[in-house]
């Protein structure tokens, strides 16, 4: 079935640092794929998408490539800041008979000043 | 504002108990989720419905019994409440036709069983 992995965390990092959280996902066919953050006590918002192959999803300096060669789309930041602290859950969706937003297990990011 | 709003934010209550969360969304959508999210963070879709009608129902026990009165509103009822149900709940939409504008979610209602 459809199913997406991310790398464990927490990931801590100090301000500044270059950030890359991996995903990597398991589809028939060509699913959406996504970037959400939760920052402590919220929901979730939606951080990036992309569509198709090649297509880069981008948002307030986060960057994550769809590579359907290696069925990745790591999220990326060349500068993390301490209001980037927040878990970043990878999503795919896949319309169909699974018609749902399938999550990974989070990644806990902490960035220390 | 236009959003996805969970009410209550907290629920505390003893094992056995009956409780209600409801869920409402201003934006237009059609479709309505309720995701369960454990201590671990892990979010598992519950259920889902498009324009009043359940389309996803995942293994979820009959104690769970969502009910949508009208596409805007997506409530979920839980009866006999037990320890291991303690989480946060969120209620997140969509529209059926563009799931690639990304679902929107409500800032969560966290059940505590004690």
């Known amino acids: 079935g459809n199913s997406v992995t991310q790398m464990e965390g927490p990931v801590t990092l100090s301000e500044e640092a270059f950030l890359t959280i991996n995903c990597t996902y398991t589809?028939?066919?060509?699913?959406?794929l996504f970037w959400y953050v939760q920052y402590p006590g919220e929901g979730l918002q939606l951080l990036l998408k992309?569509?198709?192959?090649?297509d880069k999803g981008s948002n307030k300096g986060f960057e994550a490539t769809y590579r359907k060669e290696t069925t990745s789309f790591h999220l990326e930041k060349g500068s993390v800041q301490v209001s980037d602290s927040a878990v970043y859950f990878c999503?795919?969706?896949?319309?169909?008979?699974?018609?749902?937003?399938?999550f990974g297990t989070g990644t806990l990011l902490a960035v220390q000043p | 504002d236009t959003a996805v709003s969970q009410t209550p934010k907290y629920l505390v209550t003893q094992m056995g108990n009956d409780k209600s969360i409801k869920c409402e969304q201003n934006?237009?959508?059609?479709?309505m989720y309720w995701y369960k999210q454990d201590s671990k963070k892990f979010l598992k879709i519950m259920f889902s419905?498009?324009?009043?009608?359940?389309?996803i129902n995942e293994t979820v026990p009959n104690r769970f019994s969502p009910k949508s009165p009208d596409k805007a509103h997506l409530n979920l009822h839980i009866n006999s409440l037990e320890l291991g149900d303690s989480a946060v709940y969120f209620c997140?939409?969509?529209?059926?036709?563009?799931?690639?504008?990304?679902?929107?979610f409500g800032s969560g209602t966290r059940l505590t069983v004690v």
């Open positions: 997140a939409s969509s529209l059926f036709t563009n799931h690639n504008y990304g679902y929107t």
């Open positions: 589809a028939t066919g060509y699913p959406s």
């Open positions: 992309a569509t198709k192959a090649d």
């Open positions: 999503a795919l969706f896949y319309g169909g008979a699974t018609n749902k937003l399938i």
């Open positions: 934006l237009g959508h059609d479709t």
């Open positions: 419905y498009n324009n009043k009608e359940l389309i």
